[in-house]
């Protein structure tokens, strides 16, 4: 019994099957398609990490430090020793201090969380321990200049006679 129609129905009703040429064409695309977006991340990325700048290491000898109490100078030690700054641009820069007083060693120092303020012309403006410490390295002059400030607050007692302070020093050529 049958009136000899018969139906067949595949995944591509409607659609005539693609023959060898057409997939071929088909996966050159894809391959043209998956070089091109290659090719954009590579200049996406080249360009990203050169705008990023590279790591850059500073170093000097502190030429001097200036002590204040209530803002006004207190001529308390010598200051000498050596710094050193490592900025990268992908992470927070570290500073180190070796500080001498008067001759004698007074601390030896390593921050690595200095946040970049601003940079403009070559002058780098970090800060930290919240905006207690400010770190300034200026690379627009030769040699390099470099300075620590810091609020200490809470007055100026004899053991130390000074409520801020500042060292300053010249890089290494």
């Given at each position: 019994?049958?009136?000899?129609?018969?139906?067949?129905?595949?995944?591509?009703?409607?659609?005539?099957?693609?023959?060898?040429?057409?997939?071929?064409?088909?996966?050159?695309?894809?391959?043209?398609?998956?070089?091109?977006?290659?090719?954009?991340?590579?200049?996406?990325?080249?360009?990203?990490?050169?705008?990023?700048?590279?790591?850059?290491?500073?170093?000097?000898?502190?030429t001097g430090g200036t002590f204040?109490?209530?803002?006004?100078?207190?001529?308390?030690?010598?200051?000498?020793?050596?710094?050193?700054?490592?900025?990268?641009?992908?992470?927070?820069?570290?500073?180190?201090?070796?500080?001498?007083?008067?001759?004698?060693?007074?601390?030896?120092?390593?921050?690595?969380?200095?946040?970049?303020?601003?940079?403009?012309?070559?002058?780098?403006?970090?800060?930290?321990?919240?905006?207690?410490?400010?770190?300034?390295?200026?690379?627009?002059?030769?040699?390099?200049?470099?300075?620590?400030?810091?609020?200490?607050?809470?007055?100026?007692?004899?053991?130390?006679?000074?409520?801020?302070?500042?060292?300053?020093?010249?890089?290494?050529?």
């Amino acid at each position: 019994m049958g009136n000899g129609l018969r139906f067949r129905i595949t995944q591509n009703d409607g659609h005539k099957p693609k023959t060898r040429k057409e997939n071929h064409t088909m996966k050159n695309r894809k391959n043209i398609l998956t070089y091109i977006v290659a090719a954009l991340s590579i200049l996406v990325t080249s360009a990203t990490s050169s705008a990023a700048g590279h790591a850059q290491t500073y170093h000097g000898r502190l030429t001097g430090g200036t002590f204040f109490c209530d803002g006004n100078p207190v001529p308390v030690f010598t200051v000498t020793g050596n710094w050193n700054v490592s900025i990268d641009p992908a992470t927070p820069a570290q500073v180190t201090l070796n500080v001498f007083y008067d001759g004698s060693h007074h601390l030896a120092f390593g921050y690595n969380a200095l946040m970049l303020v601003s940079l403009s012309g070559g002058v780098y403006v970090f800060a930290g321990f919240g905006d207690a410490a400010t770190a300034t390295l200026d690379t627009s002059v030769t040699p390099a200049t470099f300075s620590w400030h810091v609020e200490l607050g809470g007055g100026c007692p004899p053991q130390h006679p000074y409520d801020s302070l500042t060292y300053f020093g010249l890089a290494n050529n």
